[in-house]
């Protein structure tokens, strides 16, 4: 497993802006960091959960489809490529998202998020379970992921209004930068070297 491909690319895409990041955002803004950070343990305990439940469907596919593992790291090779695009081509006049900040919203936002529902359904798949067969390491996986979206997410708390000013101030080279992460990641992905 390439440990450096698999961080780049949980950072990137957590880290990254997205419609949790941004209402988390949005929430630190207009409702203070303690409305925000009860948001931000609702969206790390549906993270968690939507990574557990990919790893647990994902075993079961490779059970009974022994090639789903080659199809899922394609898929997820595709999506990271899909990802650095949308990064690289991002606008610096995305509106903001103007809802409650609570635990149930965070925790329900991660369940219609299609960037999070992607990103749990590929990257178990893609890179724990070519490596480890085991359940043990899948739930140690999914822990460490679990454990890096937090990270990400009170980043976005605690650095909300001086991290959005310097995203708008160097967007492009930012996501360039973001971009570039990600197409390494997905060429790591992929098995092509």
């Known amino acids: ?12 895409v957590t880290f990254t802006p997205g419609p949790t990041n941004i209402v988390i955002l949005s929430s630190v803004h207009h409702f203070g960091v303690k409305k925000a950070m009860e948001y931000v343990f609702g969206a790390t305990i549906a993270f968690g959960l939507l990574l557990a439940a990919s790893s647990m469907l994902n075993r079961i596919l490779a059970g009974v489809i022994p090639n789903i593992l080659s199809i899922m ?21 995305e509106s903001k998202p103007t809802s409650t900040a609570n635990f149930v919203s965070g925790l329900l936002m991660q369940f219609v998020n299609p960037k999070v529902l992607l990103f749990t359904l590929t990257v178990i798949p893609s890179y724990v379970m070519p490596y480890y067969t085991s359940s043990a390491s899948s739930f140690l996986f999914v822990m460490i992921i679990t454990v890096i979206g937090f990270l990400a997410f009170t980043t976005w708390v605690v650095f909300g209004a001086v ?6 101030n160097h967007q492009k080279l930012i996501n360039t930068l973001m971009a570039l992460f990600l197409v390494y990641s997905a060429i790591m992905v992929s098995g092509i070297l």
Do not use: D, E
Request: aromatic content about 20%; overall charge positive.
């Open 1 to 12: 497993m390439n440990i450096i491909s698999f961080i780049i690319y949980c950072v990137v």
């Open 73 to 93: 790291q394609i898929i997820g090779s595709l999506y990271m490529l899909y990802l650095a695009y949308q990064i690289y081509k991002m606008g610096s006049t």
């Open 163 to 168: 991290f959005r000013r310097f995203l708008q």
